[in-house]
């Protein structure tokens, strides 16, 4: 077997999801639809609507499925995530970026290609059981045998919609940037290899369950030489994509400032990454000529409240982003700063944090579906996931509505999923490409011994 594993194969089952006791399709035309069905044939869903008006054609699939007493939204997407922070969790639990990012270096020097694979299967589980059918990963650090078909082992493993970035840091201590040398590669290396990825696994394909991006680490993390190359080579492929973070802190829009003379937006323009194929993670520091600028340039921003909130960094003015057109998503951001990858309750907290400055209208329980939903889509670059409809990849999650969570929503089961928190129960059913990942409340793909194995792995890594 390759070290990525196999892909899998193309489902050519029909399947029958009917009995839905409330169905958000998020589609404009579709809507909402009570006692709802959805029919799919193979990986793609090709009739959605009222169970009662349902064909001998499609109750006549080959795996039926009720679903009463549930309520059905597509599955949510993940746009910015560091899976191997899953091993080192709840380290530094009281500095700002730097500090932590300084106490984390030194166990995520010792990774091995094995802690990668452990840690994003481990990542995708809580992904998946919290709703997501669609992530990215950003893996930046590459020390001993680390590669990235460790984590594309993972995916496929689990059978979640991937999109890894190859990330890289080039610019350590000595060249004045934040992580140790032993942990940055020279810059050659790393463009090989993201070609070589490319090449090797990119997938620009319509419903495809692997793309690879480019990921630069930061502006402290590699040099601008390196940020304009990376574009130059995504912009040679179809349908690669670029990412990296932005104006997270204070400290990394001093350090643009001290070190380069440049704010964020200067940065981005002057590397070419004003584009867009671009998507940064926090932009919680942005003046208003750079919400102008990145609502121009289609430059999407992936919201990542939890870490955010966790190291002191700041709020990202979602609700000024979203009016001037600027593409929002959400992010979990690495399990180590986050600390946990439940991207529901991620939207959740999006949700609350536009309300917390005064504004109860800051941000709606279906705009939050949306940015976890249509705007992690369009971050990723895709037309064929974030809504249930016809045409579209089959990709939806299902939680039940007969719990304590739900009593006295049942007027509102779509916005009781982010302001009654019954997301925090596994999703009951779970469906990605056409194949049922989640059933019960339980994992159909899963090695049970994950958890023990990982846990014995981060004993190692803090130890060592």
């Known amino acids: 077997m390759s ?57 006549n699939a080959e795996n039926i499925i009720s679903l009463s007493s549930r309520v059905v939204i597509p599955g949510l997407i993940n746009t910015h995530h560091h899976m191997f922070g899953c091993l080192t969790r709840c380290l530094a639990q009281d500095e700002l970026l730097f500090g932590w990012l300084a106490t ?25 059981l919290s709703g997501c059918t669609c992530t990215s990963d950003h893996l930046y650090l590459y020390p001993n045998d680390v590669c990235l078909e460790d984590s594309i082992r993972a995916a496929r493993d689990m059978g979640i919609r991937f999109h890894p970035t190859r990330g890289a840091m080039s610019v350590g201590k000595s060249q004045g940037g934040k992580a140790p040398d032993s942990i940055c590669q ?60 932005m104006a997270e802190n204070q400290q990394g829009n001093d350090f643009l400032r001290t070190s380069f003379g440049l704010t964020p937006g200067e940065y981005i323009k002057k590397v070419g990454w004003d584009r867009d194929d671009v ?51 959400i992010g979990v951001d690495g399990t180590a700063s986050n600390d946990t990858g439940h991207v529901l309750m991620e939207l959740r907290m999006a949700m609350l944090l536009q309300r917390a400055g005064g504004n109860p209208q800051g941000m709606s329980a279906r705009e939050a579906l949306l940015v976890g939903t249509q705007g992690g889509a369009k971050n990723l670059g895709r037309d064929d996931v974030g809504r249930i409809a016809p045409g579209m990849a089959a990709d939806f999650v299902a939680w039940r509505t007969d719990g304590i969570s739900f009593a006295g929503a049942q007027h509102e089961l779509v916005a009781a999923l982010l302001f009654c ?18 059933k019960d409340g339980q994992l159909i793909r899963c090695d049970l011994q994950v958890g023990t194995i990982s846990q014995k792995t981060t004993s190692e890594l803090l130890s060592g």
Request: glycine content about 8%; overall charge negative; hydrophobic content about 40%.
């Open 3 to 59: 070290r990525a594993g196999t892909a899998g194969l193309v489902p050519t089952r029909s399947l029958l999801v009917r009995d839905i006791q409330l169905l958000a399709t998020l589609d404009t035309e579709l809507g909402d639809i009570r006692d709802a069905a959805i029919y799919i044939e193979g990986n793609v869903i090709k009739w959605v609507g009222a169970s009662t008006q349902l064909t001998q054609l499609h109750n």
């Open 104 to 128: 984390c270096y030194g166990p995520w020097q010792q990774l091995t290609g094995k802690d990668i694979y452990i840690s994003s299967k481990l990542a995708m589980v809580e992904l998946i």
């Open 186 to 245: 020279a810059e050659d290396v790393i463009l090989a290899d993201m070609e070589r990825l490319i090449q090797q696994f990119h997938d620009p394909s319509r419903y495809s369950m692997l793309r690879i991006g480019l990921a630069p680490h930061s502006p402290f993390g590699v040099s601008q030489e390196l940020m304009v190359a990376s574009a130059k080579l995504a912009r040679q492929h179809p349908g690669v994509r670029l990412h990296t973070h």
């Open 279 to 329: 998507w940064l993670a926090h932009c919680c520091h942005l003046d208003d000529a750079e919400t102008k600028q990145w609502a121009q340039h289609g430059i999407g921003v992936a919201h990542c409240p939890s870490s955010n909130m966790r190291l002191a960094s700041g709020i990202c003015p979602v609700r000024d982003l979203l009016d001037a057109g600027v593409n929002v998503g």
């Open 421 to 438: 928190t019954p997301g925090l129960a596994p999703v009951d059913l779970s469906v990605i490409n056409g194949e049922v990942i989640v």
